[in-house]
Nanobody, 120 residues
Framework: QVKLVESGGGLVQPGGSLRLSCVASGSIVSIYGMGWYRQAPGKQRELVATVTSDGTTNYADAVKGRFTISRDNAKNTVYLQMNSLKAEETAVYYC??????????????WGQGTQVTVSS
């Protein structure tokens, strides 16, 4: 069985920073892409950033220059360093693992989400 578990969310003031972590556990052979998405109340889930197993990154325009995604392939872990946070970035942040190979098949997995609240 595979699980994705996020951590690091919380309450932060505008302009502050948070670092999210997501660990994928289980008998995982490989994971091609790992990333972060977010969903604010009343809005659709949106891409924040992704990183492939070879280190290629992709960011939403809204977070470029402020957020940094990184990954430890050996630990099946992805991180998201978020700086200069804005109130409108309050959302549940979800971890995603794409083309995760487990038990001879490829899957797409989601974590349960971690709340990030940006407020003074």
């Amino acid at each position: 069985q595979v699980k994705l578990v996020e951590s690091g969310g919380g309450l932060v003031q505008p302009g502050g920073s948070l670092r999210l972590s997501c660990v994928a556990s289980g008998s995982i052979v490989s994971i091609y892409g790992m990333g972060w998405y977010r969903q604010a109340p009343g809005k659709q889930r949106e891409l924040v950033a992704t990183v492939t197993s070879d280190g290629t990154t992709n960011y939403a325009d809204a977070v470029k220059g402020r957020f940094t995604i990184s990954r430890d392939n050996a630990k099946n872990t992805v991180y998201l360093q978020m700086n200069s946070l804005k109130a409108e970035e309050t959302a549940v942040y979800y971890c995603n693992a794409d083309r995760l190979v487990f038990a001879g098949h490829q899957y797409n997995y989601w974590g349960q989400g971690t709340q990030v609240t940006v407020s003074s």
